[in-house]
């Protein structure tokens, strides 16, 4: 088996043959995994666990950008703005088959707001210095609306071009996990922490955990233990009695996914100042347009989060001032939300999420638990490194360096490069799934039986993940490897009993799994298809 791949059974096996582990880490979101990645890669004997699937929650329903943040300039958040920009280009270093450059248009109709926009994005620009990905330029009428053939253009006076980021945010999620993999590092998904163990003075030992395929419970005992677990940090706190309060503010952004034909350009755009003061973007992703998001204040934090109407309304009504096409709630092939963990001081509750820094914030409680609050995928690698040089010194680690500002992530070393977007975000296992395909020609059966450049996927690619991957449900498969729940509910919910039908085979499941997994998917998937609501 190659180093790298992700195994359960090898890595159940490992945790009962480990007495103590260096780290513990609770959450394999971003935040989760790259702590991982990071003290896996110093050498530390590290441990991840996650209560369902890697990136299920928060992590997997972000806008797809990596990027430095225009609108945290106006806040005047300078160092946030060129944290994430000097983060923004190490990513596109390590993860170049996922990241790629991605041009931004900003429409102008006023002068003004014009030499406003121009003057910002000149200083963004020169915020990230040798790492930029592209200078900005202004842009005439008549190209704004070349590149743009749908948009409202009575009032249009020019454009402003300029470069950022985009990336497929659970794709790099798993690879995260791979790579911890090749570090040395262990990963288990669908593995829930009940509580925390402690030691004589209350400090914290390690965890218990259960594995919910089993329900089996294990005691695991590390000298750091880090809650990375985003909107739900509070519910470990509370297992730790001298914790201080942890004050989570979640905040929901939804999207929603178009077909390409509402808008035809290979070219982002940027609506720069929207009814509530946020910026929408409107992002061409797998052949498709997201557009999004909202900023929604939640009373609780949810593992499922549903879009609500009128953040539905919201997006359909701006997206509509700016183009011609008439875009209905009917015309929307998947709609998803996500919950920000937004870190607020003192439970001083702002009135404004956006208001709310979306800096990353570290907390020791006097029992030694580590909590990291807040942050974005696009500064993932520093929040790890900066939540590991913590453990370190919490935990009397053997001081080691960070390794990762030039460490490739893995699916990056490959020169098997395809010229198409679906196989090419899996890097080096692209050879691996055809010659899957080479050996058993059938396994290159497409799942939808009318093929198409939009959704290409094959029956070798769920063996893969299922093998490889550590896919355990028709969701993990459907929502966070292959996307297609996130791009079209309805041709994921055609698929699923297919889907199932192979995970049963190789997962060695019965007939009733089948049934379930299909029954439960259905359910889900309705929450994503907006017109059936």
């Known amino acids: 088996m190659m180093k790298g791949f992700l195994n359960r059974d090898r890595f159940l096996n490992i945790l009962e043959n480990v007495n103590i582990w260096d780290v513990v880490i609770i959450g394999g979101g971003a935040t989760g995994l790259g702590i991982a990645l990071d003290s896996s890669s110093r050498g530390y004997k590290t441990l991840l666990l996650e209560q369902s699937d890697f990136s299920k929650a928060t992590s997997s329903r972000s806008t797809k950008l990596v990027h430095g943040g225009i609108r945290y300039l106006a806040q005047g958040n300078i160092r946030l703005v060129y944290e994430a920009l000097q983060e923004?280009?190490?990513?596109?270093?390590?993860?170049?088959?996922?990241?790629?450059?991605?041009?931004?248009?900003?429409?102008?109709?006023?002068?003004?707001?014009?030499?406003?926009?121009?003057?910002?994005?000149?200083?963004?620009?020169?915020?990230?210095?040798?790492?930029?990905?592209?200078?900005?330029?202004?842009?005439?009428?008549?190209?704004?609306?070349?590149?743009?053939?749908?948009?409202?253009?009575?009032?249009?006076?020019?454009?402003?071009?300029?470069?950022?980021?985009?990336?497929?945010?659970?794709?790099?999620?798993?690879?995260?996990?791979?790579?911890?993999?090749?570090?040395?590092?262990?990963?288990?998904?669908?593995?829930?922490?009940?509580?925390?163990?402690?030691?004589?003075?209350?400090?914290?030992?390690?965890?218990?955990?259960?594995?919910?395929?089993?329900?089996k419970k294990y005691s695991i005992y590390s000298k750091i233990v880090i809650n990375a677990t985003g909107v739900f940090s509070d519910s470990i706190s509370r297992m730790d009695e001298s914790a201080c309060p942890i004050f989570i503010k979640p905040s929901q952004g939804t999207h929603i996914v178009l077909d390409k034909s509402f808008f035809s350009s290979s070219n982002a755009i940027v609506i720069p100042k929207t009814t509530d003061g946020r910026v929408l973007f409107c992002v061409p992703w797998y052949d498709h347009v997201l557009v999004g998001t909202t900023d929604t204040f939640l009373e609780k934090s949810v593992l499922e989060p549903k879009p609500l109407e009128e953040e539905i309304d919201f997006i359909l009504q701006t997206f509509n001032r700016y183009f011609v096409l008439h875009t209905k709630k009917s015309d929307i092939l998947s709609a998803f939300s996500g919950l920000r963990p937004l870190f607020v001081p003192n439970n001083s509750y702002s009135t404004k999420t956006k208001d709310i820094s979306r800096s990353h914030k570290l907390m020791i409680s006097s029992s030694g638990l580590i909590s990291v609050i807040g942050g974005k995928w696009t500064t993932y690698r520093k929040m790890a490194e900066d939540t590991v040089n913590k453990a370190i010194e919490i935990g009397k680690l053997n001081k080691m360096p960070s390794v990762t500002k030039n460490l490739k992530i893995y699916g990056s070393y490959s020169s098997y490069k395809s010229q198409n977007y679906h196989w090419n975000k899996y890097g080096e296992d692209e050879y691996h799934i055809k010659t899957l395909i080479d050996k058993n020609p059938l396994l290159g059966v497409s799942l939808i039986s009318k093929d198409s450049s939009y959704y290409y996927y094959t029956e070798a690619e769920v063996v893969w993940m299922v093998r490889y991957e550590m896919a355990r449900t028709i969701e993990d498969v459907l929502a966070r490897r292959f996307r297609l729940l996130f791009l079209n509910a309805k041709k994921a919910i055609d698929i699923a009993p297919r889907v199932a039908a192979l995970m049963a085979k190789e997962l060695s499941r019965d007939e009733k799994w089948e049934k379930s997994q299909v029954a439960g998917f259905k359910k889900l998937a309705m929450q994503y298809y907006y017109p059936a609501v």
């Open 88 to 215: 923004r280009g190490f990513l596109l270093r390590n993860a170049p088959h996922l990241v790629k450059k991605q041009k931004f248009i900003i429409p102008v109709f006023n002068w003004k707001m014009g030499i406003m926009y121009w003057t910002g994005l000149k200083l963004y620009e020169w915020l990230s210095g040798s790492l930029s990905f592209g200078k900005s330029k202004f842009l005439s009428k008549y190209e704004i609306v070349r590149n743009f053939p749908e948009i409202r253009s009575e009032e249009l006076k020019g454009g402003i071009v300029y470069y950022d980021g985009q990336f497929d945010d659970a794709r790099l999620a798993i690879n995260l996990a791979q790579t911890c993999v090749q570090k040395g590092g262990t990963l288990l998904n669908y593995f829930q922490v009940k509580s925390l163990l402690k030691k004589v003075g209350n400090k914290i030992s390690g965890v218990v955990a259960c594995d919910l395929e089993t329900q």
